[in-house]
């Protein structure tokens, strides 16, 4: 991922996010997931005070050398984001926000956060998230490329196709290429999280659907957006 992380971040998740975080100095935020702490850097330079924490304590390692010039503003914690009991731990109203970038599909179940948040934040607090795209990149996706003469002019299309959609399922895939070995993720519509969250007494009031402007893989990923970030705000 490098200090600067990688492109799929710079330009899709990193800069969406902080729009719909739109973070204060001085504002304390829970980063959810952390991992190497590469974004949590990015909380602390903007002037937050922030809780980090991550399921593996190899993680938390990295995140602290990554950001120890930091260290009196943040307070790294190992916790399970399935345990109830571990997230109840983190306090009552003390985050005027939260935010996961890209760790809600792997996680086995996200029903304990979206509980645990609704007591964590303060009144109108906001939880934003970015995932991948659960239309446009299911289990089972397939990426397609078509050639045809379209008026005397060689024309080469790509596309995608899939098979299934609305029914919740884990599946291993590889995150970022050369991964050695594949993680499990976790498959939800966009009806599960929306309704996951309604139910624990959040509205939705910010979406991001970004692309690649200046696409330059083989793949277009420019009209097809790969991720999907959501701003839930929490109701009185």
């Known amino acids: 991922m490098g200090e600067e992380s990688n492109r799929f971040h710079r330009e899709l998740i ?3 996010t902080e729009k719909l ?3 204060k100095t001085d504002q304390t935020i829970l980063d959810i997931a952390c ?5 949590l850097k990015r909380l602390a330079e903007l ?3 922030v809780v980090a924490f991550d399921y593996s304590s190899k993680m938390i390692e990295r995140a602290k050398i990554r ?3 930091y260290i009196n503003q943040i307070d790294y914690k190992v916790i399970d984001a399935t345990s109830y009991e571990q997230l109840f731990e983190l306090g009552d109203e003390k985050f005027d926000s939260a935010v996961a970038n890209m760790g809600l599909m792997d996680i086995a179940d996200i029903r304990p956060l979206a509980k645990s948040l609704q007591k964590m934040l303060k009144p109108d607090g906001i939880f934003v998230f970015s995932i991948t795209h659960p239309c446009f990149q299911p289990p089972g996706l397939r990426k397609i490329t078509e050639t045809e003469d379209r008026n005397g002019h060689v024309v080469t299309t790509h596309s995608i196709q899939i098979s299934k959609y609305l029914t919740p399922e884990p599946y291993k895939a590889i995150g970022i290429k050369g991964q050695s070995i594949p993680h499990l993720m976790f498959h939800r519509p966009l009806s599960y ?3 996951l969250f309604f139910e624990s007494n959040f509205v939705l009031d910010g979406t991001e659907e970004p692309s690649f402007q200046n696409e330059t893989n083989k ?3 420019n009209e097809i957006p790969p991720v999907l970030i959501f ?6």
Not at 35 to 39: I, L
């Open 14 to 16: 990193r800069p969406y």
């Open 47 to 49: 002037g937050a005070k």
């Open 21 to 23: 975080l739109n973070v």
């Open 67 to 69: 950001t120890k010039e």
């Open 231 to 236: 701003r839930f705000r929490k109701m009185p």
């Open 35 to 39: 991992g190497n702490g590469n974004f």
């Open 219 to 221: 793949f277009e990923w």
């Open 193 to 195: 999280y929306l309704n």
